[in-house]
């Protein structure tokens, strides 16, 4: 398996570094207490993208995309897991079918490092609906994902609404609702509130801003009704 994701060198004073021959383009303050660097490296196919995603407790997440948004890899450095995108598919997803058509169904499979196959399914539309969020302009999209062991059976399914940028090339996170195989139910929202670009105050930080308050708060509930 050819593994795309670069070890990170260590972040000093509370700011991302990338690896050598890779440049750091924007900074974006999630809700849900996380921060997400986006990043290119000269190595990489052209098109590529990639993400690390830190949260108070530090970098939970890694992912490489292409131009179309597919899911090259993802990594969780927390459980040591990464997962690989299978070269052939039923229907890749592809971020200009989106655009041009207004809906993109996609039906592929990842493969990860301990060998377990994932079988995804589902379709991004547009709404049809422009929001401006921190002077970007991003439009509004309606998902839904359902994710199966090898086996057909259901692992998790997702869906909710996300925005995209034309400009930048991806998708960013929204309001959702997850529900995996146990029947546990998790309702997120990881909306982007501000985009910090070179120059800017915040670029490159890699302490979360918004919502950490509240998650403390549910955490400091949770221990006390044990």
């Keep these: 398996m050819l593994t795309f994701l670069p070890a990170l060198p260590g972040h000093a004073a509370g700011q991302f570094t990338p690896p050598a021959g890779c440049r750091l383009e924007v900074t974006v303050q999630n809700r849900g ?28 997440y890694l992912s490489v995309i292409d131009a179309e948004t597919r899911w090259i890899e993802s990594a969780s450095p927390t459980v040591g897991m990464t997962d690989t995108l299978e070269d052939e598919a039923e229907a890749h997803a592809s971020l200009s079918r989106l655009i041009e058509t207004g809906r993109d169904d996609f039906d592929f499979w990842t493969v990860s490092n ?20 921190d002077g970007v302009e991003l439009e509004q999209t309606r998902f839904q994902l359902t994710t199966r062991f090898e086996n057909g059976e259901t692992m998790l399914t997702r869906s909710g609404q996300q925005f995209i940028s034309r400009v930048m090339g991806r998708f960013y996170g929204g309001v959702e609702t997850s529900t995996d ?38 955490l400091s509930q949770g221990k006390a009704r044990l």
């Design 33 to 60: 207490c996380t921060v997400s660097q986006h990043f290119r490296c000269d190595a990489d196919p052209e098109g590529y993208q990639r993400s690390a995603i830190f949260s108070q407790d530090g970098l939970t």
């Design 114 to 133: 301990s060998g377990e196959r994932l079988h995804h399914q589902g379709w991004d539309e547009l709404t049809g609906e422009t929001v401006i969020i």
């Design 181 to 218: 195989w146990t029947g546990a139910t998790v309702n997120s929202n990881d909306s982007p509130v501000t985009f910090a670009f070179p120059g800017k105050p915040g670029f490159g930080s890699i302490t979360p801003q918004y919502d950490c308050d509240m998650l403390m708060t549910q």
